[in-house]
T-cell receptor, first 114, second 112 residues
Framework: SQTIHQWPATLVQPVGSPLSLECTVE??????LYWYRQAAGRGLQLLFY??????ISSEVPQNLSASRPQDRQFILSSKKLLLSDSGFYLC?????????????FGPGTRLTVL | AQSVTQPDIHITVSEGASLELRCNYS??????LFWYVQSPGQGLQLLLK??????LVQGIKGFEAEFKRSQSSFNLRKPSVHWSDAAEYFC??????????FGDGTTLTVKP
């Protein structure tokens, strides 16, 4: 069966420090991968999605970047964190190919920038 | 552009009462529709989905949803709510390349 992992679970970082959040998927090949941010009391904002290794699409301009160095690994990064980067970050995957498939979510990372 | 509206930010129901969470969407083609549930501090779990066919779909945990094309709605229902149903619920429209647009969510509180 497929599983998705995210780490760390929680993170407290000072403003201006770098960030690296990791997401890995097991039990599937060539998944579509997604990074979402969920601000307190808000819905999900799609940040990045990827349909293959090295293929990253950014949905909104921001202080963050994403990379996919391996088929089932998706990394969210920042060189210098801002206060506004605080939130709950969710990684998700879906089956490759055509649209309309459900997404499977990881447990999330709670990021607090002080 | 596609969009999903969940008109109710917060709903409170008594345990054992019925529940209906509203979802309206705007999408140019035949939509793929989903309801997800999120417990505090957790990821999202799929409750049910509509792709085609029967407009009344059954999901996990006793939930069901009805697709009404004429009203552009996909409301989630449960006949008798349990305290463990307290969570945040998200409606979503599936797009190309597996992407989805999510509503802002409805927080459900269950009174004993």
């Amino acid at each position: 069966s497929q599983t998705i992992h995210q780490w760390p679970a929680t993170l407290v970082q000072p403003v201006g420090s770098p960030l690296s959040l990791e997401c890995t998927v097991e039990g599937t090949s060539n998944p579509n991968l997604y990074w979402y941010r969920q601000a307190a009391g808000r819905g999900l904002q799609l940040l990045f999605y990827s349909v293959g290794i090295g293929q990253i699409s950014s949905e909104v301009p921001q202080n963050l970047s994403a990379s996919r160095p391996q088929d089932r690994q998706f990394i969210l990064s920042s060189k210098k964190l801002l206060l506004s980067d605080s939130g709950f970050y969710l990684c998700a995957w879906s089956a490759p190919g055509a649209g309309g498939t459900q997404q499977f979510f990881g447990p999330g990372t709670r990021l607090t920038v002080l | 552009a596609q969009s999903v509206t969940q008109p109710d930010i917060h709903i409170t129901v008594s345990e054992g009462a019925s529940l209906e969470l509203r979802c309206n969407y705007s999408y140019g083609a035949t939509p793929y529709l989903f309801w997800y549930v999120q417990s505090p501090g957790q990821g999202l779990q799929l409750l049910l989905k509509y792709f085609s066919g029967d407009t009344l779909v059954q999901g996990i945990k006793g939930f069901e949803a009805e697709f009404k094309r004429s009203q552009s709605s996909f409301n989630l229902r449960k006949p008798s709510v349990h305290w463990s149903d307290a969570a945040e619920y998200f409606c979503a429209v599936g797009l190309n390349a597996g992407k989805s647009t999510f509503g802002d969510g409805t927080t459900l509180t269950v009174k004993p």
